[in-house]
């Protein structure tokens, strides 16, 4: 069974980051299976998957030796996940201190994994109210009841929209 390292990756953006990343991997023998980056406030911050036939401690101490990365590793048999319903997430609603962590509670009540989630803040056309927006992909058992789960999302806010795909 291949090994699983799962690393993340931040430090201050510059170009070469990825590259640097890659070039590593590929010298220790590390496969390349999925990764997710993204630059905000002149920082980048990533993960990466990478298969391993190895226990992956050469490749995590080739990454740990980049200078300017703070380079954090966790190894992993390579096991099927459980099967999920995949729901996507879009909310939109006035910015207020505690929105996040209220939706999160929510969807920790309701046994849903955040899977990946993109937040920002822009004006309202009209008003010029700052609105917050939520785009996310989450994972659920498939007896999760997406209906309650919008209700109770909805129940958060009067003005809060909320669309569930699935």
Do not use: C, Y
């Not at 291949?2 to 953006?13: A, E, H, P, R, T």
């Not at 640097?20 to 002149?42: M, T, Y």
């Not at 996310?136 to 997406?146: E, F, I, K, N, Y």
């Amino acid at each position: 069974m291949k090994n699983v390292l799962i690393v993340s990756v931040l430090g201050k953006d510059k170009p070469g980051l990825v590259e640097q990343l890659a070039v590593l991997i590929s010298a220790q023998g590390g496969n390349w299976l999925e990764s997710s980056f993204s630059r905000l406030a002149g920082q980048f911050a990533g993960i990466v998957k990478v298969a391993l036939e190895n226990d992956g401690a050469a490749l995590l101490n080739a990454l740990q030796a980049l200078p300017d990365l703070d380079i954090r590793g966790v190894l992993d048999q390579d096991n099927e996940p459980l099967a999920q319903q995949m729901i996507s997430l879009s909310l939109v609603g006035h910015d207020r201190i505690g929105i996040v962590k209220d939706v999160a509670a929510i969807l920790a009540r309701h046994h849903v994994n955040v899977e990946k989630l993109t937040t920002w803040l822009d004006s309202a056309p009209m008003s010029g109210d700052t609105m917050f927006h939520a785009q996310a992909d989450l994972s659920a058992p498939a007896s999760v009841d997406t209906l309650q789960l919008r209700q109770a999302l909805e129940a958060l806010a009067d003005d809060l929209m909320v669309e569930l795909g699935v």
